[in-house]
């Protein structure tokens, strides 16, 4: 029991040393340029737990059939998952550099003919349709793979979430996990006195999806909630991650204005200081 | 002509017969399976049906999904609601991407002309054609339908098919070879040309055996497809006959007519007139009713070629 444990850790030790690395290496990417930060920090450990952990993947593979798929629904968060997709070793990582740039593979928004990235999003509230179509498309090929999609909880503002929320319980999509980033922020601000989704769990619930609740920055939780959900689960499952925007750079943290914006010289040594030196 | 045939049936039909060559072709439907007749597929192939109710957005999303997994998923709902309502689902979804999706917009036009405008669908030609690497079919009778939706299954990409409803006369026998982007030159003529499309092609024919008769020459042409569009087809009868005249069930603007144009102005302009929809909401009332008062008629199309050959004798004598 002692031994499983002390492996455990060792997982989540290296789990959250690749979170910070991400979390440098947006950083890095950003220099000189508009990032959207705060909804890329908030989903770090998700990616993490998926790419490094969870998902049944092959970076030297990427249209390997029975690969799990993973689609960030909430594409504006994409700088998060290039640098996942580099450090997993899909591109190289001094590629990111290249982020928006004129025939940068790394479009401004998710773009399926990226090496990795699964579906174009970007305009918000479209992942969850395409990823339920993914797992039919399994069933009619008899393959078990996993779709994960990521969802913001600004996201949610959208009608289409909701009608696709509708149509995965109906057709018992359970191969399906539904992640949402809630870190209470859309672009303008906190969403509570605006449009907000709570009680965002009674809303799953009621729309017949198994619903769990983690902290979405603690690998551990996040890692016993996916697979819980894969336990003979005969409904879609939704994990709520509250999660806070901007969360590692002490400055972004909670600050709307961090939704998109760049860094000046000193702010972006103070961040890279924050997260400290990893070995890398 | 004597003969007619139901092309919503002809299009149930081929889904069937194309379901059968291919167990990658999958259908969905948001609600609307007995007018698409989208049914005839599910009754062979439940397993590959999906019917998402009244939810057209998501409709286009499960789509690409479904593509994005090598299926050739063809979407059905009429085509006021499969273009302009889910249109910001097929540019990013779905055309962005590049993703073999078949979008079928039945009952286009004023098909449902009784329904009024909210079932209207005036603008789907502009709307699709302004999609990069989107392709947009429209049939003119039973067998260009039927040959048309082979056609487009095996052709691998996104496609706009443009679908009328109910009995229309039919323009071509079984031999027809439908092909993706050839425009057809139904009747040789040499003063004037019309190009028409989808159910006006038709009455393109009707008009030019009434012009006929008052010794008017008429080159009658199906631009079956609008994009690509065959602009070598289009310049070559323009050249010969020296004006053009286009018929569409759709606005003046961005369709049929504008695309004409926009070849035209470029190579050779000649003179032009554009049947169709002339920028307003129509109103409830049957779909020959509306036809006859808003400007869609055989009548309207003579008409609109006498004015055509006015300007060109307007412009040969000036020279």
């Known amino acids: 029991m002692k031994v499983r444990v002390s492996s455990d850790d060792n997982i989540y030790k290296m789990l959250n040393h690749k979170a910070t690395l991400i979390r440098r290496d947006l950083v890095r990417m950003s220099k000189g340029k508009h990032l959207h930060f705060g909804g890329s920090l908030s989903i770090v450990e998700i990616l993490v737990v998926l790419y490094f952990h969870i998902m049944r993947h092959d970076p030297k593979n990427p249209n390997w059939v029975e690969r799990d798929r993973f689609i960030l629904s909430k594409g504006h968060a994409v700088p998060a998952l290039y640098a996942v997709l580099a450090e997993a070793g899909y591109f190289p990582v001094s590629q990111l550099s290249s982020f928006r740039e004129l025939h940068s593979v790394l479009q401004g928004h998710p773009y399926s003919k990226t090496l990795g990235v699964e579906a174009s999003t970007g305009s918000l509230g479209q992942g969850l349709s395409v990823g339920s179509g993914m797992i039919l498309g399994a069933r009619l090929d008899g393959k078990d793979y996993y779709v994960y999609v990521l969802i913001g909880d600004g996201e949610a503002n959208e009608g289409a979430i909701w009608e ?18 809630r870190n209470h922020f859309s672009a303008t601000g ?12 009674d809303k799953w619930r009621a729309f017949n999806w198994d619903v769990l609740r983690v902290n979405g920055h603690s690998v551990r ?7 819980k959900t894969k336990k003979g689960k005969k409904q879609p499952s939704i994990i709520i991650a509250q999660t806070v925007k901007g969360k590692g750079i002490s400055f972004m943290e909670n600050r709307a204005e961090w939704h998109n914006n760049k860094l000046s010289e000193e702010q972006y040594k103070s961040a890279l200081s924050e997260l400290g030196s990893v070995q890398e | 002509m004597n003969k007619a045939g139901d092309v919503s049936l002809a299009f149930g039909k081929a889904l069937v017969e194309i379901g059968r060559e291919d167990k990658n072709v999958v259908v969905l439907d948001a609600d609307v399976s007995h007018s698409t007749r989208t049914y005839m597929f599910k009754e062979e192939f439940p397993e590959r049906f999906y019917d998402v109710g009244v939810a057209e957005q998501n409709m286009m999303g499960v789509a690409a999904g479904l593509a ?3 299926k050739i998923p063809f979407v059905n709902t009429f085509s006021v609601f499969a273009v302009a309502r889910v249109f910001d689902q097929i540019r990013q979804s779905i055309a962005y991407p590049h993703l073999n999706v078949k979008i079928c917009g039945a009952a286009a036009g004023i098909s449902l002309g009784d329904a009024g405008p909210s079932h209207h669908s005036l603008e789907d030609i502009a709307l699709m054609r302004s999609l990069p690497g989107m392709t947009i079919v429209i049939p003119a009778d039973r067998v260009e339908t039927e040959k048309a939706v082979k056609a487009i299954a095996r052709y691998k990409g996104p496609v706009f098919f443009r679908l009328s409803r109910g009995i229309k006369p039919d323009i071509y026998d079984e031999n027809y070879e439908f092909r993706i982007g050839k425009a057809v030159t139904l009747q040789e003529g040499k003063d004037v040309t019309i190009i028409g499309t989808g159910t006006m092609v038709a009455k393109a024919l009707e008009a030019r055996e009434q012009l006929s008769l008052e010794g008017i020459n008429t080159e009658v042409v199906n631009l079956h497809t609008i994009k690509p569009l065959d602009e070598g087809a289009i310049i070559k ?38 049947v169709g929809i002339r920028d307003i909401f129509l109103e ?5 009713d509306l036809m006859e008062y808003y400007g869609l008629s055989v009548e309207d199309i003579a008409k609109s070629v006498k004015r055509c050959l006015e300007k060109k004798s307007l412009i040969e004598n000036k020279s």
């Not at chain 1, 969403?191 to 769990?201: E, L, N, S, Y």
């Open chain 1, 164 to 181: 696709a929320s509708l149509f995965c319980s109906s057709y018992k999509l359970n191969n399906l996990i539904v992640i949402m980033d």
């Open chain 1, 190 to 201: 906190p969403m509570k006195g605006r449009v907000d989704i709570d009680p965002v769990a």
């Open chain 1, 221 to 227: 939780e996040l890692i016993l909630a996916i697979k």
């Open chain 2, 68 to 70: 994005l997994t090598g």
């Open chain 2, 237 to 274: 009868s323009a050249k010969k006959t020296g004006c053009v005249v286009t018929v569409e069930e759709h606005s003046i603007i961005g369709g049929v007519g504008s695309a004409v144009a926009e070849v035209l102005v470029e190579n050779g302009n000649v003179p032009m007139q554009r």
């Open chain 2, 284 to 288: 409830s009332a049957y779909t020959e």
